[in-house]
């Protein structure tokens, strides 16, 4: 009966996977997927000799495959990141975080591997890899962004459910076995949950790691840091109660105000205490209206109105007995 038994992590599902594929494209030292045991995995196999690991003398030689980039074409790859350009608001600024002659990337965010892997790795792997290589790439870059669209189309999501084996599958004869980890492989559920569970704004943890990270930021003592946040965030609860609701004339919003009538005011000042008495008519008048105008008292008044009902009619009965039994008195007498 449970559709969606896990709800699969969008977001850091893609991250990893753009680390994967960055990090093997770009031989990260300790993070490239694509070394000397994943090597020893092929040769241990019987896989693709040619890729097989090369003793001389001491030293082990890694044969290039036709993922591996030569230090040109890497330093391309991160100068086209370096001076690629967003609209406003897109993207952050992917300047400071690529380091050209390096050939590494760093301090990259979440949302800018999101950025790289649907919008700029399409663009840099077809012109520096072979089509082999690239395509399946291009089409994986196509899948994530599909998953992120705003509208989704079901015709769409189950194209994409039927593509994603035959692209994963492209990239299993290129890469190594080593490159296909669990988050890889949970990328071929993610459009199913789409199509089942809805869009993925709704489901992903990007506002969540936001909080997370502006929670992090009120830890002043390392040793009591759920006793920081709980400080931090009762302060930061309080001081948005005084700038809704309190006065002050160095409160720019105030001052506004009072420069624009037209502009209505929320909230009184907070004076000292002071004690008013009603009279018993404004008391009587204030009870009566809460009586009259509470919901959940109407059952009451309804019962209170039979009961009036039921005595006014009583009352009738026993008044027309009387005048009947005084009626036959008088008879009986004369």
Known sequence: MLLVRHNLDAMHTEKNVYGNVANTLLAVDKKSKDNLNSRLDLQEMGIRPDLHPQT?????YLPAALYSLSPQEKRMFCQVLKDVKFPAGYASNLQNKVLVEEKKLVGLK?????????????LVVSRILPERVSMPLVYLSHYFKKLYSKVICVSEIEKLEAEIPEIMSQLEKVFPPSFFDIMVHLTIHLATEVRLAGP???????????????????????????????????????????????????????????????????????????????????WIQAQRYVLMNYPQITPYVEKHLNVLAANKHQNKRNIERAHHNTFHTWFSDH
């Open 200 to 282: 993925v704004h709704f489901r992903n943890m990007y506002p969540i790691e936001r909080y997370l990270c502006k929670l992090q930021s009120m830890v002043r003592t390392r040793s009591r840091p759920k006793g920081a946040i709980a400080e931090g965030y009762q302060f930061n609860e309080s001081m948005t109660f005084c700038s809704r609701y309190l006065q002050s004339p160095s409160n720019d919003s105030c001052a506004l105000s009072s420069q624009l009538p037209y502009l209505r005011k929320v909230g009184l000042p907070l004076s000292g205490a002071s004690a008013c008495e009603l009279s018993y008519t404004s």
């Open 110 to 122: 979440t949302h800018d591997c999101h950025i790289i892997m649907c919008d700029v790795l399409p």
């Open 56 to 60: 001389e003398g001491s030293k082990s």
